[in-house]
């Protein structure tokens, strides 16, 4: 399930959005772009480190409605940047944390692969 929010899309619509799509999926990535079409080097690699351990996870495309998702993330996280991985409801991080992860051996689990 891949949301497409309209631009005209408001703040407490998004939010919804954000919270019903962390509730409802084990890893989600709130990323700008899409799995096949990631539109920055950080949402590409994100991408890039949980399909290599899950097979099955949730993209959301920020961009059309990016300032509303940027805000409703980060009343959820508490950071700032996109893009955003959550895990059983549990914020991650982003690629940088992924990526840290990845080189301590620990993100398979991190992601529940394990």
């Given amino acids: 399930m891949?949301?497409?929010p309209e631009s005209?899309?408001?703040t407490d619509e998004i939010?919804?959005?954000v919270q019903d799509t962390i509730a409802d999926?084990?890893?989600v990535l709130f990323m700008k772009g899409n799995r096949l079409m990631p539109q920055c080097g950080y949402s590409q690699r994100a991408v890039e480190l949980i399909g290599q351990h899950v097979?099955?996870?949730e993209t959301v495309d920020v961009l059309p409605a990016l300032d509303h998702y940027r805000e409703a993330l980060e009343a959820e996280s508490g950071w700032e940047t996109i893009p955003q991985t959550f895990v059983d409801g549990e914020f991650v991080g982003g690629s940088d944390v992924l990526a840290e992860l990845e080189e301590r051996g620990e993100l398979a689990a991190e992601l529940g692969a394990e």
């Fill in 2 to 4: 891949t949301f497409q």
């Fill in 8 to 10: 005209e899309a408001d």
């Fill in 15 to 17: 939010e919804a959005r």
């Fill in 25 to 27: 999926n084990d890893v």
């Fill in 55 to 57: 097979e099955e996870f």
